[in-house]
């Protein structure tokens, strides 16, 4: 009598995303793959309540929802399915988005159009409990870092400022920042401007990526 293989269950996975092209795409991917393909949404409200009856080892989020942030939502899902492992799907490779996702409970963050291979490496990554991160953003990142911890380091900041831009990064408002470090909110508003004069940075985003450059997040 032969030895039987031992029964290994497919991964399963959720789709939410607006596009149906970009649906059909990943299910064309996955389906060549060992996954289950759960369900497909297009909306917030639907991958709520599809939730509610299964809950998919994978979600691939698109952070761009018609009637919810994926952002928001990741957050949501977190504290709802803890064991749950969402993957962001979008357009956006801007380490702001990226930084909000991962700090919001996502386990990858991967770009649209992204190839059948990196999409199955991102899958089997987060069911093993790590992170992955598009290699096409990991390489933005780098570049970034390269060339922007150069004229960083140029412009030197005053301790304040560093604790004011830190403290942005984290997205605390004028009165927050105020508030934790005993000043009125009109003395930070003269230190961000004084960041945004010193930098040449008018975008609070652009502050992030600036205290990213400078290994304050």
Do not use: W
């Amino acid at each position: 009598m032969e030895n039987q293989q031992p029964f290994t269950p497919s991964t399963t996975i959720g789709i939410a995303d607006d596009h149906p092209l970009i649906i059909h795409g990943l299910q064309q991917m996955l389906r060549e793959e060992i996954y289950d393909i759960l369900f497909t949404v297009q909306n917030g409200s639907e991958l709520l309540q599809q939730l509610n009856s299964y809950t998919p080892d994978v979600l691939l989020l698109d952070i761009e929802l018609p009637d919810a942030s994926g952002i928001d939502l990741c957050l949501t899902l977190r504290n709802l399915y803890p064991h749950l492992a969402i993957i962001a799907l979008t357009n956006h490779d801007d380490i702001v988005y990226v930084r909000k996702m991962i700090r919001n409970g996502a386990h990858g963050y991967l770009l649209k159009g992204t190839e059948k291979q990196q999409l199955v490496d991102a899958i089997d990554s987060v069911v093993s409990g790590e992170q992955y991160i598009d290699r096409q953003i990991e390489h933005h990142i780098l570049q970034q870092s390269l060339h922007g911890k150069k004229a960083s380091a140029a412009v030197r900041l005053t301790n304040r400022e560093v604790e004011i831009l830190a403290l942005i990064a984290n997205e605390y408002s004028n009165q927050e920042i105020a508030d934790r470090l005993f000043l009125s909110v009109r003395t930070v508003e003269s230190h961000r401007h004084s960041l945004n004069q010193k930098l040449h940075i008018k975008t609070t985003a652009g502050l992030v990526r600036e205290a990213y450059l400078r290994g304050l997040i």
